[in-house]
């Protein structure tokens, strides 16, 4: 009896002490494949994007040296150097303009008196059919009044050299005319560089006197100043060339212009000794 009661105690005891465990629902996943993530770790958010480096600002750095900063800190002396150089470009580039429409003026008249003056009947009506101020007009008319006013002392001397210092007096001035200008673009060919070199010496020597006093001498405070005082040199540079070519080129279309022009006046000499001379009434 007390052995039974003893178990039937242990029995109580063991049905007390034992919790019942829920029962556990798995889901069936193949064999071999890793079970499924936890489900916070698959609602976690997604890293978020890098911001983007804000963009670079170009900055724009001012020259402080150049032609402003050369003319504000210039004294007279390259002030005027400057202005002269100016001057000289501006003439040039003037008269080479000026004189490569007066030349093509010259050689249209040319070609016009190739083809109105010689079918004329008479060298006056030839003059006739030329325009007013071209140059062949004027020789045409400068030939025929030597051989209508060869009278009085001028009988002395013959027809035949009358009419040629007349014919080659109206050539020369012609030739005069289409000249005019050259003579300053020799000029400042051959001078401009040698002003330009004058502002440059000027100008560094007041750079190297300036860095004395101020006892700096480091390739900082050297560049600038000198560097501005070597751009009278380029500027004298630059004046000089287009002076040389144009007056080069120049010359070479007044050769051209000017053979037609003798030409026309040989010719025409030709034409007046063959006409009939005017007979003049004697009292």
Known sequence: MLKITRWAALAVALLM???????V????????????????????????????????????????????TL?????????ATLLIL??????????IITKIYEQSRVIRAAKKADKE????????????????????RFIAESGLEASEKHTGMLEA???????????QRAIENVQSRMQ?????????????????????????YHALTEIGIAGQASIDKVA??????????????????????GYNWLIRRNKSAMERVRAFGADLHAVLLSAPKPTHARG
């Open 17 to 23: 002490g034992v919790t019942p465990v829920a029962p």
């Open 86 to 95: 100016v001057l000289m470009s501006m003439g040039t580039w003037y008269i």
């Open 71 to 79: 003319w504000r800190a210039s004294d007279m002396v390259t002030k």
């Open 25 to 68: 629902a798995f889901a069936q996943t193949p064999s071999g494949a890793p079970a499924a993530a936890p489900a916070a770790d698959a609602a976690a958010p997604a890293p978020a994007a890098a911001p983007k480096a804000p963009a670079r600002a170009t900055e724009v750095v001012d020259n402080p040296y150049g032609l402003e």
């Open 224 to 245: 600038g100043p000198v560097g501005e005082a070597l751009i009278m040199t380029a500027i004298g540079l630059a004046v000089a060339v287009p002076a040389v070519l």
């Open 180 to 204: 005019d200008g050259l003579a300053f673009l020799a000029t400042v060919g051959s001078t401009a560089p040698f002003i330009g070199l004058f502002g440059t010496v000027w100008g560094i």
């Open 157 to 167: 001397v013959n027809m035949n050299d009358w009419i040629t210092m007349s014919i």
């Open 117 to 136: 003056f010689w079918n004329a009947p008479t060298v006056k009506q030839g003059a006739d059919r030329l325009k007013g101020g071209s140059p062949f």
